[in-house]
């Protein structure tokens, strides 16, 4: 699948190499949907209806969308646009200053939304799990370093929302964090 600014996220013709979980086609599904809603202006419930009748499970212009664990999309669809005032000023901090999230494209911005909203608001999701989940999604729209960057952001925010889960924020002084502790030699130094 690709994605530019201003284009529908497409997906490749060619089929699938293995088939995909229930979760994972709902974690595409949301970031198509958050996608379809920003450049159209529909609101959750239009967005909700559309999916589950014509995009969810089926074949649009030769491309098979996959099935989903109904539940679960749209829990993250309506979570992440709910929690939209939460999540966006999180993902702000997670990203490189002078990167604010309003200046990242459409389809980059839906994934990172959609992992913030789980590791935020969905603990019984592991914090790894999730994270390898959008950086498999970013993949499948991006050849490049985008997949990186989800990467490195959406484990930046676990650090800080799940610290007893995956360690501190890096820097932080805090158990688990890359900086040594105060009084601590660090490692390899006597």
């Known amino acids: ?10 997906t490749s013709a060619e089929p699938a190499a293995k088939a995909i979980s229930l ?3 709902a974690r595409l599904a949301v970031v198509q ?17 559309e999916f589950e009748a014509f ?16 539940a679960f999309f749209r829990d993250l669809l309506r979570g ?9 000023p999180k993902l702000d901090q997670a990203l490189a200053q002078g990167w604010p999230l309003r ?26 799990a999730a ?20 990467n490195a952001v959406l484990d930046r925010l676990a650090r800080e929302v799940r610290p007893g889960e995956v360690g501190a924020p890096k ?7 890359s900086k040594p502790l105060p009084n601590k030699p660090a490692p390899g130094k006597a």
């Open 1 to 10: 699948m690709t994605g530019t600014p201003d284009t529908k996220p497409e």
């Open 55 to 70: 995009w969810i499970g089926q074949e649009v212009d030769g491309i098979e969308h996959p099935q989903v664990e109904t």
């Open 103 to 128: 200046r990242i494209e459409i389809v980059l911005r839906a994934i990172l939304r959609a992992g913030a909203y789980e590791l935020m608001f969905r603990k019984d999701v592991p914090a790894a």
């Open 23 to 25: 979760r994972t086609g």
């Open 131 to 150: 994270i390898s989940e959008y950086v498999d999604v970013a993949h499948s729209f991006y050849p490049g370093d985008e997949p990186g960057l989800v």
């Open 33 to 49: 949907a958050l996608y379809e809603m920003d450049v159209s202006g529909k609101g959750v419930l239009d967005a909700l209806a």
């Open 171 to 177: 820097g932080s002084n805090k158990p688990g964090s």
């Open 80 to 88: 992440t646009v709910e929690e939209q005032r939460a999540i966006d």
